[in-house]
């Protein structure tokens, strides 16, 4: 079982930076991929960012692409989603999500385990 835990959203204008953290408990988060999803309101959940659990492979939606980057720290326990070039369309709540399989995986059905969500708004 692993629980978890959302933070560094918040409200930044457009063209800036935020780092959202997750940290996770249990002693087995080196063996679970990890996923960044967002859904705005009134549209699906997306996935924008993917690592393997040695951090060696990722994936980035096409619309985050050079502006968003993921990464971890398997000592702490803690996936990162650093953002900057903020942009309007960007805002939605964020979920962290482990993936049991090891899998880099973007789809929601491939993932076990999921926060609770932290807001990011971009204001224009």
């Known amino acids: 079982q692993v629980q978890l835990v959302e933070s560094g959203g918040g409200l930044v204008q457009a063209g800036g930076s935020l780092r959202l953290s997750c940290a996770a408990s249990?002693?087995?988060?080196?063996?679970?991929?990890m996923g960044w999803f967002r859904q705005a309101p009134g549209k699906e959940r997306d996935c924008v960012a993917a690592?393997?659990?040695?951090?060696?492979?990722?994936y980035y939606a096409d619309s985050v692409k050079g502006r968003f980057t993921i990464s971890r720290d398997n000592a702490k326990n803690t996936v990162y989603l650093q953002m900057n070039s903020l942009k309007p369309e960007d805002t939605a709540i964020y979920y962290c999500?482990?993936?049991?399989?090891?899998?880099?995986?973007?789809?929601?059905?491939?993932?076990?385990?999921w926060g609770r969500g932290t807001q990011v708004t971009v204001s224009s």
């Open positions: 999500a482990a993936n049991a399989q090891s899998t880099l995986a973007t789809t929601g059905v491939s993932y076990d385990y």
């Open positions: 690592i393997s659990w040695s951090g060696s492979s990722t």
């Open positions: 249990g002693r087995t988060f080196s063996r679970y991929a």
